[in-house]
């Protein structure tokens, strides 16, 4: 129902920034929680942050807080996720996804997400 394409990936060096934003499409951006989740090879996805539909609630995981922020403008129905002070172990895949399931709670494994983007690589030097 909603089509999600993930871009702002690339390669940095370990201390520097990057953006990471998702555009949505087929749908009212509104409507739906949003989360980030990332991925390396021989892992399971592990989720890294979630925003509600209103964009008043947030949540991170550990190895993120402090570090990243997630945000979304619905009216450009795009969500983002600020990194700062990356590290070489936050190299990976990162996806967004969306979540319709009500009320807001912090979802953080990956059957609570319906739809999902297509993924795009950080890749922190040291």
């Known amino acids: 129902q909603v089509q999600l394409v993930e871009s702002g990936g690339g390669l940095v060096q370990a201390g520097d920034s990057l953006r990471l934003s998702c555009a949505a499409s087929?749908?009212?951006?509104?409507?739906?929680?949003m989360g980030w989740f990332r991925q390396t090879p021989g892992k399971e996805r592990e989720f890294v942050a979630v925003?509600?539909?209103?964009?008043?609630?947030?949540y991170y995981s550990d190895s993120v807080k402090g570090r990243f922020t997630i945000s979304r403008d619905n009216a450009k129905n795009t969500v983002y996720l600020q990194m700062n002070s990356l590290k070489p172990e936050d190299t990976a895949i990162y996806y967004c996804?969306?979540?319709?399931?009500?009320?807001?709670?912090?979802?953080?494994?990956?059957?609570?997400?319906?739809?999902w983007g297509q993924g795009t690589q950080v890749t922190v030097s040291s």
């Open positions: 996804a969306a979540d319709r399931t009500t009320p807001w709670r912090a979802s953080t494994t990956l059957h609570e997400y319906d739809y």
């Open positions: 087929g749908s009212i951006l509104s409507n739906y929680a």
């Open positions: 925003i509600s539909r209103s964009g008043d609630n947030r």
